[in-house]
Structures are given as structure tokens and as C-alpha cells.
């Protein structure tokens, strides 16, 4: 009963699924052809998807010219992988004592967890501010990273891998002579690799470009992230400057592009939360 | 090589009993099997030798020393586990390493990058390596060493787990279930290697399965479990015969024991289903049940039988036959082997007799404990036994 579905129904079928693709594509395909169009050809009537001129290193030179783009990168680069590293350092542990550790008030603590899931950031945003208002530490790297330090859905989504992890294998580790940090760090942590690298597009991507939170606490354009840099070719004056701000929204997603695609076979194996057999 | 003793050992979570009361010796250098059905508590037993569990109260002792206050790693135990448990991320050869290089190098000296430049590394890494390669050698495993458990079969990743324990010389395997998830075949071939194994090494081995056939295969003695509570420990050929217990009986052989209703009457002599047996027992006891597996019994005649039934089933084993006989006053008919000859003659439905070996009978009060019995000799007639 192999029967192949008529081609009508398979064009059609491909029809639509393309249809849904160019919805998804259209801002990025439209941002990347307005990075090189000369301005005329942007605010012009009538709309054209190829350019007529290319504008390309006028756009590109004026991106990377204009603001300190590369130092913004620098500043996101940072603060992304300041903030990965301490919810990794955080959620690796944790979860394991939630999936494989027996105490008093286990489930209490993974219920918080969960409630926690629940609370959206800008709930908690004021508070976070008089918080590091308190310490100190507006304006600079730490007001960026502190509020994200710990991340619950990082400790849930490594919780669930932990779970599928035989106990069998801690036995084993235990027997062979790892401590209980070593059988974290050397065994859990290689082992739930897929789980890892999928919480780490999560979160690379959320940080890299969150908006609000910079925008609250920062003043000063020395600690900019890539996507407060952008708003400098927004411009009350001179107007909208589309065409390098598209170059320099094309300079700063690439970076997220290649990391999504070289981590990609993993980050599907993470999100089905496959086991090791 | 050592002794493993364990005395008046409790294990219970919460109000449930999980091991009550366990007294066990384990020779230096024997092969002990614990043996016993699913939820018995044999695993939870072998995981507190190892340090894994702690008892509730009791005492385990390895080569006469208390342990119960050492940390798994400090008891000197290999331990093989059902699902194998190997490092999914580590090649072949560096699973095998893994215990040595734990216990033989201190934590600076497995830094990633500072162990190769430390005094001595490259003298410590041909020690660990030709402890490998013996290993590897010894498992026939020597071309896998550079891959990983995920590409293995079941029989190999085994190998690598049994390689694993054995690379550090230690005091005593632990073995839980290692052979129960792999095919019927590689089972029986890995359950000869295993007790060769055994044979080369002189280790004490503990062994846990819920497998009966291995348990008789491969142990010096055998320790069976129910319930939580150790019921015998005897050699397999002693608990085959002489089980003290009917769930000893039951769970012990295949197919399992017949077990009929039976009287005895006020001279000793045991009857089944109103039929005198050639069998005396303490008298003047009620309720009693009569055990006779099925190789202890015959079919022959309706008249000449013990007992009479009808044959309903045949089952053909290739090299003997299992007759199902189903008797008026029974509710499950009784297994009785016989050879191919007699099996080819037999035809379903007929009536026939069933005689039984009065020596290998085995008899159980109405607790389930074992009684002393004895064969009759066949020339005394029976009213003249009740002196």
C-alpha cells in the first residue's frame, strides 16, 4: 500500500508549505536587499525587490563606520557568553540534584521551578532595576548579566535530559571513583551534550538580541549591545537611514546564522530530548 | 579476592520492608548467585554491598572489615550493570581506563592538558595502557577500542562493561542483570563466557538474575530471594533437590514442579488425590502438598499408575516430551516428561496412569516448609509402616 499521492496533490502540497516559508523569509530577505540599495531606491513609489544600483559598500562602510559597530558585537559577544556560562555553571548542577538527588522538599523545589517558567521578564524587570540600582551596578556589563545569571528554563530543560539518564550510568561513575562534581562536570554534562547545545541556541539567541533590558539600564553607548546600536541609524533629525541600518542588521544576526547552522543537527537532537540508546 | 559477609541486614523504605533480615556469607573466590523473582529485593541487596544504598540497619563486611561507613569507591568493588552503563561520550579504550585512571592519579593529575606535561605522564600512560590491552585482549575486544558504546552491539558494549570491572583487580564483581538485555542466543554463549571468566580470575563474583536457568548454570551456590527474605542458600544441585521451601521448589526448574494436594494418614503414608504414594512422612498432618517435578514421574497404563488422568496436551522439545495430564480432582493438569519414544506412542485424550518416584518426592506442610520424607520399599506392605 506504498501509493504515491497524485501530482496535483504534491504540488499543491509543496504550494503551500513554500507559501508558509516566504511568509518566514520575507524580513530577512527584504533586509538583506534594502542593505544594498542606494536610498532613492528605498523610498521610492514603486517597489522593486532587486536593486538597481548596487550600494553595497556604501551601506556596508557607512554601517561599520558610522557607530562603533564591531565594539557593540565585542559588548554582545561578552555579555552572551557571560550570561550562558553562569546559567550553565547554575543549571547543570541544579538539575541534576532535581533529576538524581533524594532530599526533603525535591518536588516543592522543582514545582518553583516550573512557577518560575511562568513569570515573564518584564514582571520582574522594575524590581530588577531598583535592584541593581541598590548594587551599584547600573550601567555597565554586570546590570546586563546578574538579572539573567540563573535561568529556570535552562535547569528544566537539562532536568528533563537528566531524567532519561540511567542511574545505572551514576552507579557506575560513583564506583569508578568520580566524586559527585566530577560525575556532574564529566559524565552528565558530555552526556547531555544535545540538551546542552539546544539550551545554549535558546538562550544565545534570547540575549544576543534582547532590546529592553539594555535599553533600561544602560546610558552609556560603551557598554551598547548589538541591537541598541542599531537604534543610532534611527535619527529624530536626519530621519530614517535604511539602507546601513539594514547593513548593520545583516552584520550583527550572522553571527547567530552560523552558530544556528553549525549547531543545528544537535539543537533537533535536543529538542526531541532523545536518550542514548 | 575477598569474603563478603552480611549480617542481620534491614533495608526498608518507609513502612515497606524491602530486605528483612539478611544473613550471608560469600566465600573468597566464590561464584554466588541471587536469585529470585522481579521486586525481591536482590538488586536493592547487591547496591547496598556496593555502597550505592545504605541499610537500614545490619552490617556488611568485606575481608572481614565493616564497610558500611566507605564510600562506593572506597570498598574496592567492580560492579556490571543490566543497561551496561558505560560513558557514552569516552571510546571503548578510555571506559576501560576510566576506574584505573580514577583511582591511580590524584585530581591534578587528569587536568586535560597539564597531566601530559606532569613528571611521569607518559610512564603512567603506558601502565594504563597495557592494562587495557590486556584487558581488551582477555574480552576479544581489542579492534573495538577505538570506538564509542553507541557503536556497539549489545554482546559487545557487555564486553566493555565486564572489561570495565575487571581492568583494577578488584576485591569482588557485583554483577545485576547483565546478561537480561541481550538475545536468547548471546545469552547462553555470554553466560559460558562469564563463568570461564570466573574460572580464570578466582574472584569472588555476586551475581544477580531473575533467571533461574542462569543462576543453576553458572553458580557455586545460589541464594534465594523472595519477598525480601533470603530462603535458601545451597549449591544448585542441593537446591534443585532439596528445597526447603515450596516457593524454592516452584521458582527453582523448568518447566516448574508439579505440586499436588495431598493427606497423610494417621500411619504416615502420603496420599494424592485418594491414591496411596510409596512415600511416609511425619504423620497425621493435613493439607500437606506433594512436589514432583516433572522428570520424577512416568507416564505408563491407567492401571499400573499412582494416580490416572487424561492427556490433553503434548508439548515436543525435540529431545524429550512434556505431557500434560489433567486429572478429575486438580485444577491444573500435571507436567510429566517422558522420552521420545514413549511421547511419539502417546495419543491425546486416552486415559492414562502416572507413576511417581517416591525418592525424589518432595513433601510440604501446610506453611509451605519442607518435610522430611521417606520411600517406602516396595516388598513391606503399607499397613505393617504403622508402628
Not at chain 2, 587495557?132 to 552491539?153: C, K, M, N, T
Not at chain 2, 500411619?267 to 496411596?276: D, E, H, L, M, Y
Not at chain 2, 525424589?360 to 520399599?377: C, D, M, P, W, Y
Amino acid at each position: 500500500m506504498n501509493r504515491q499521492p497524485s501530482l496535483l496533490f504534491r504540488l499543491f502540497r509543496h504550494l503551500v508549505l513554500m507559501s508558509g516559508a516566504m511568509v518566514m523569509l520575507m524580513p530577512f530577505i527584504w533586509m538583506l536587499l534594502t542593505s544594498v540599495k542606494p536610498p532613492d531606491e528605498i523610498f521610492s513609489s514603486e517597489l522593486t525587490l532587486w536593486p538597481q544600483h548596487w550600494y553595497f559598500i556604501e551601506n556596508y562602510s557607512e554601517a561599520l563606520t558610522r557607530i562603533p559597530l564591531m565594539k557593540f558585537l565585542l559588548n554582545g559577544i561578552v555579555v552572551t557568553a557571560t550570561i550562558f556560562l553562569c546559567q550553565v555553571s547554575i543549571a547543570v548542577p541544579v538539575a541534576y540534584a532535581l533529576a538524581k538527588m533524594r532530599f526533603k522538599g525535591k518536588k516543592t523545589l522543582f514545582a518553583a521551578v516550573l512557577f518560575c517558567l511562568l513569570i515573564p521578564p518584564q514582571a520582574v524587570s522594575i524590581p530588577w532595576y531598583l535592584l541593581m540600582y541598590q548594587f551599584g551596578w547600573l550601567d555597565s556589563y554586570m546590570a546586563l548579566i546578574a538579572p539573567f545569571s540563573i535561568s529556570v528554563f535552562g535547569i528544566f530543560l537539562m532536568r528533563q535530559f537528566f531524567m532519561t539518564i540511567p542511574n545505572d550510568l551514576i552507579y557506575a561513575a560513583r564506583i569508578d571513583g568520580f566524586s559527585e562534581l566530577a560525575i556532574i562536570w564529566k559524565v552528565m554534562l558530555p552526556t547531555a551534550m544535545p540538551a546542552l547545545v539546544s539550551f545554549g541556541i535558546f538562550s544565545i539567541v534570547a540575549h544576543w538580541n534582547d532590546y529592553f533590558w539594555p535599553l533600561i539600564v544602560l546610558n552609556s553607548p560603551d557598554y551598547y549591545t548589538p541591537p541598541l546600536g542599531l537604534v543610532n541609524f534611527r535619527n529624530d533629525d536626519t530621519g530614517n537611514d535604511y539602507g546601513p541600518l539594514m547593513a548593520a542588521a545583516t552584520i550583527v544576526i550572522t553571527p547567530l546564522v552560523g552558530a544556528f547552522l553549525l549547531a543545528q543537527k544537535r539543537f533537533i537532537e535536543g529538542i526531541t530530548l532523545s536518550g542514548m540508546k | 579476592m575477598a569474603e563478603i559477609s552480611i549480617r542481620k541486614l534491614n533495608k526498608s523504605f518507609g513502612e515497606t520492608q524491602i530486605l528483612d533480615q539478611i544473613d550471608l556469607t560469600v566465600r573468597d573466590g566464590e561464584f554466588m548467585t541471587l536469585v529470585g523473582p522481579s521486586g525481591c529485593g536482590k538488586s536493592t541487596l547487591l547496591r547496598i554491598i556496593a555502597g550505592l544504598e545504605s541499610q537500614t540497619n545490619g552490617q556488611v563486611n568485606i575481608s572481614g572489615q565493616p564497610v558500611d561507613q566507605l564510600r562506593p569507591k572506597d570498598r574496592n568493588l567492580s560492579m556490571v550493570f543490566q543497561s551496561y552503563a558505560l560513558y557514552p561520550h569516552l571510546t571503548v579504550k578510555e571506559n576501560i581506563a576510566t576506574p584505573i585512571r580514577m583511582r591511580s592519579y590524584c585530581w591534578y593529575q587528569r587536568l586535560p592538558l597539564l597531566a601530559r606535561v606532569l613528571p611521569g605522564a607518559a610512564e603512567r600512560q603506558s601502565g594504563i595502557d597495557s592494562k587495557v590491552a590486556a584487558v581488551a585482549e582477555l574480552l576479544q575486544i581489542e579492534h573495538l577500542l577505538d570506538r564509542r558504546p553507541g557503536e556497539l552491539s549489545g554482546g559487545q558494549r557487555q564486553r566493555v562493561a565486564l572489561g570495565r570491572a575487571m581492568v583494577r583487580d578488584p576485591a569482588a564483581f557485583l554483577m545485576d542483570e547483565p546478561l537480561s538485555n541481550l538475545d536468547a542466543k548471546l545469552r547462553i554463549h555470554m553466560r559460558t563466557e562469564i563463568a570461564q571468566l570466573h574460572k580464570q580470575l578466582g574472584t569472588t563474583f555476586i551475581y544477580v538474575t531473575h533467571d533461574q536457568a542462569e543462576a543453576m548454570t553458572m553458580s557455586d551456590r545460589i541464594a534465594l530471594m523472595m519477598d525480601g527474605e533470603l530462603l535458601q542458600v545451597a549449591t544448585p544441585e542441593e537446591i534443585y533437590r532439596n528445597p526447603v521451601d515450596v516457593r524454592v521448589a516452584e521458582f527453582i526448574g523448568s518447566p516448574k514442579i508439579n505440586l499436588l494436594p495431598g493427606e497423610v494418614n494417621s500411619a504416615g503414608r502420603v496420599t494424592v488425590c485418594g491414591q496411596p504414594l510409596r512415600v511416609a512422612t511425619q504423620p497425621r498432618q493435613t493439607q500437606i502438598r506433594v512436589g514432583v517435578r516433572p522428570e520424577n514421574a512416568t507416564v505408563c497404563r491407567a492401571e499400573q499408575g499412582d494416580i490416572q488422568g487424561q492427556l490433553i496436551y503434548l508439548e515436543n522439545m525435540g529431545a524429550e516430551f512434556f505431557a500434560h495430564i489433567t486429572i478429575d480432582t486438580l485444577t491444573e493438569p500435571m507436567l510429566v516428561r517422558c522420552d521420545v519414544e514413549q511421547g511419539q506412542q502417546l495419543s491425546l485424550g486416552a486415559t492414562v496412569g502416572i507413576r511417581i518416584k517416591p525418592k525424589h518426592t518432595l513433601i510440604f506442610n501446610q506453611s509451605g516448609r519442607r518435610v522430611a520424607s521417606e520411600k517406602i520399599a516396595a516388598e513391606v506392605h503399607h499397613e505393617s509402616v504403622a508402628v
